[in-house]
């Protein structure tokens, strides 16, 4: 009987985690078959329980589910717990678990696929939401030297700082303090703004020093983020297809037991930076 997978969230019809899935299915030999969920925004427990009762196996969740997931969830991986929200779920019985597969799959890509090791590195992230919140264990464990955390609202990037200050450096600020920061070796833009076409309120001389721009959002070819980075001299630009696929392998995994490889999907996926 072929197992059946899922994404949820809302609106879900972009989601490229059905051809993620599907190839990695193809590639590994599983048979299972992955499909799209949309919930209604005031139905996403119904909808996660409705798919496990009928013989779901797992699912991954997207916005603006995640920590809605986490809530349902009766058990809690470490990278679930530490970030606060699910981006996957596994079910065994009536029991579901939760784990949070974006930091990992993030850090993966800048170190595997992009050849850039965290060790000692000085890290710019903008923005503070639930991406940017499951990075922050992964690049501290891996021994950023300092993750400075920028976000509209300083008080949540304090309070973010002082949840992962035991695991490493965490410096919170505003977007004014930036400007006259430099020395980054990576700048990372974990907000909204790309969604829109708009460039988050960050001074080009952050870029002074950086190695890599990366951008979370992906498919959106050269963002006016990534446009700064580039013509301020950064020498490398990468959007966030590398992070899908990477954090899609781990749930794959943690689903099959079987880690498929990810370039060949990664290079289907990648839209060209012009």
Request: charged share 20%; hydrophobic share 45%; net charge neutral.
């Given at each position: 009987?072929?197992?059946?997978?899922?994404?949820?969230?809302?609106?879900?019809?972009?989601?490229?985690?059905?051809?993620?899935h599907?190839?990695?299915?193809?590639?590994?030999?599983?048979?299972?078959?992955?499909?799209?969920?949309?919930?209604?925004?005031?139905?996403?427990?119904?909808?996660?329980?409705?798919?496990?009762?009928?013989?779901?196996?797992?699912?991954?969740?997207?916005?603006?589910?995640?920590?809605?997931?986490?809530?349902l969830?009766?058990?809690?991986?470490?990278?679930?717990?530490?970030?606060?929200?699910?981006?996957?779920l596994?079910?065994d019985?009536?029991?579901i678990?939760a784990?949070?597969?974006?930091?990992?799959?993030?850090?993966?890509?800048?170190?595997?696929?992009?050849?850039?090791?965290?060790?000692?590195k000085?890290?710019?992230?903008?923005?503070?939401?639930?991406?940017?919140?499951?990075?922050?264990?992964?690049?501290l464990?891996?021994?950023?030297?300092?993750?400075?955390?920028?976000?509209?609202n300083?008080?949540?990037?304090?309070?973010?700082?002082?949840?992962?200050?035991?695991?490493?450096?965490?410096?919170?600020?505003?977007?004014a303090?930036?400007?006259?920061?430099?020395?980054?070796?990576?700048?990372?833009?974990?907000?909204?703004?790309?969604?829109?076409?708009?460039?988050?309120?960050?001074?080009?001389?952050?870029?002074?020093?950086?190695?890599?721009?990366?951008?979370?959002?992906?498919?959106?070819?050269?963002?006016?983020?990534?446009?700064?980075?580039?013509?301020?001299?950064?020498?490398?630009?990468?959007?966030?297809?590398?992070?899908?696929?990477?954090?899609?392998?781990?749930?794959?995994?943690?689903?099959?037991g079987?880690?498929?490889?990810?370039?060949?999907?990664?290079?289907q996926?990648?839209?060209?930076?012009v």
């Amino acid at each position: 009987m072929t197992d059946q997978y899922a994404v949820i969230g809302n609106p879900i019809v972009q989601s490229k985690s059905p051809l993620i899935h599907g190839a990695f299915a193809k590639a590994t030999k599983q048979d299972l078959e992955y499909t799209r969920i949309e919930s209604p925004l005031d139905g996403f427990d119904a909808a996660v329980l409705a798919f496990r009762d009928a013989g779901g196996r797992g699912m991954n969740v997207t916005a603006p589910f995640k920590l809605q997931a986490f809530a349902l969830a009766t058990d809690h991986h470490e990278a679930a717990r530490i970030a606060g929200a699910a981006n996957a779920l596994k079910f065994d019985g009536e029991r579901i678990a939760a784990q949070n597969f974006d930091g990992v799959g993030l850090a993966n890509d800048i170190e595997r696929n992009l050849g850039l090791a965290l060790q000692g590195k000085r890290v710019l992230v903008l923005g503070a939401g639930g991406a940017v919140r499951g990075a922050l264990s992964p690049f501290l464990v891996r021994g950023t030297a300092e993750v400075v955390l920028a976000n509209r609202n300083v008080a949540t990037a304090q309070t973010l700082a002082r949840q992962f200050g035991a695991q490493g450096k965490v410096t919170p600020c505003g977007y004014a303090d930036l400007a006259h920061e430099r020395g980054f070796d990576i700048v990372l833009n974990g907000t909204s703004a790309s969604l829109k076409s708009e460039l988050p309120p960050v001074p080009a001389g952050v870029f002074a020093d950086a190695a890599l721009a990366y951008e979370l959002v992906y498919g959106k070819g050269l963002t006016p983020f990534l446009r700064l980075a580039r013509n301020a001299g950064v020498p490398r630009q990468a959007d966030g297809v590398g992070m899908l696929v990477e954090q899609a392998a781990e749930a794959f995994e943690w689903w099959r037991g079987v880690r498929p490889d990810t370039r060949a999907v990664i290079d289907q996926l990648t839209v060209p930076l012009v």
